[in-house]
C-alpha cells in the first residue's frame, strides 16, 4: 500500500566535515518536481542530489559524484518507506575530507532516511472523476449518500433536473453506483469522464 507524504521536513547532519542536509517535499506531478527543484536550487552547495517517484515513475541524479553513490541510495530510502508522490533533495557542502563511495552512499542514504523518519506518512487514496445526471426529485436522495461517504461534488441544475460532477475513491465507484441505478430506477448510471 503506497504512502505519501503531506509537508515538507527538513533535516541536516555532519559527515566528517561535510554538511548534509535533506529535504522531503511531497510532489504531485512532474512540472512540480521542475518547480521544486528550481525553489531549492542553492548555488552554495557542493553537490545537490536528489531522487523522485510518483507512482511507478522514478528519477535520481548524482549531481557530479560518483555514479550510484548519491540519487540511487536516496531513491531506495524513498522506496524502502513504501512512499510516492514525494521528492528527496540532500544537499551537500564538501568539508576538505573524501568519504569514499562506500561513506557517499550511507551519508546520502542516511540523511535522506532520517528526514524521512520526520515525515508523518499517510495512505495515498487514488481518486477518479466520475458524473451522473438525475431529476429534482431524486437528487436530495444520491445528495445524501455523497454527504455521507464524504464525496467531493459540484450539482449544476439544467432544465430537465441536476447534472453532478464527483472525485471519488476507487472503492466507492460500485456503492456509489448501485445507489443511482436505485434512486433512478435503472434510467441513470455513473460515469466515468475518461468513458466518453
Request: with cysteine; hydrophobic share 40%; proline share 3%.
Amino acid at each position: 500500500m503506497p504512502f505519501t507524504i503531506l509537508k515538507t521536513v527538513a533535516y541536516e547532519e555532519d559527515v566528517k566535515k561535510s554538511r548534509f542536509q535533506a529535504f522531503a517535499i511531497p510532489v504531485e506531478t512532474e512540472e512540480d518536481v521542475k518547480m521544486v527543484l528550481d525553489d531549492y536550487k542553492d548555488i552554495s552547495t557542493t553537490h545537490q542530489c536528489w531522487a523522485w517517484k510518483i507512482g511507478h515513475n522514478v528519477r535520481f541524479n548524482d549531481d557530479g559524484e560518483p555514479s550510484g553513490t548519491a540519487g540511487r541510495p536516496i531513491l531506495a530510502t524513498i522506496e524502502g518507506n513504501e512512499l510516492t508522490n514525494v521528492l528527496v533533495l540532500v544537499n551537500r557542502w564538501y568539508g576538505g575530507i573524501k568519504l569514499g563511495t562506500g561513506g557517499l552512499v550511507r551519508a546520502y542514504g542516511g540523511t535522506a532516511g532520517k528526514a524521512l523518519l520526520l515525515v508523518e506518512k499517510v495512505e495515498l487514496i487514488e481518486k477518479v472523476d466520475v458524473f451522473f445526471d438525475c431529476n429534482f426529485s431524486e437528487w436530495p436522495i444520491l445528495q445524501y449518500e455523497l454527504v455521507q461517504q464524504d464525496i467531493t461534488f459540484t450539482e449544476e441544475y439544467t432544465a430537465d433536473g441536476v447534472s453532478i460532477t464527483a472525485k471519488i475513491q476507487i472503492h466507492q465507484k460500485d456503492t456509489l453506483a448501485q445507489k443511482i441505478q436505485d434512486v433512478t430506477r435503472g434510467r441513470e448510471e455513473l460515469k466515468g469522464l475518461d468513458d466518453d
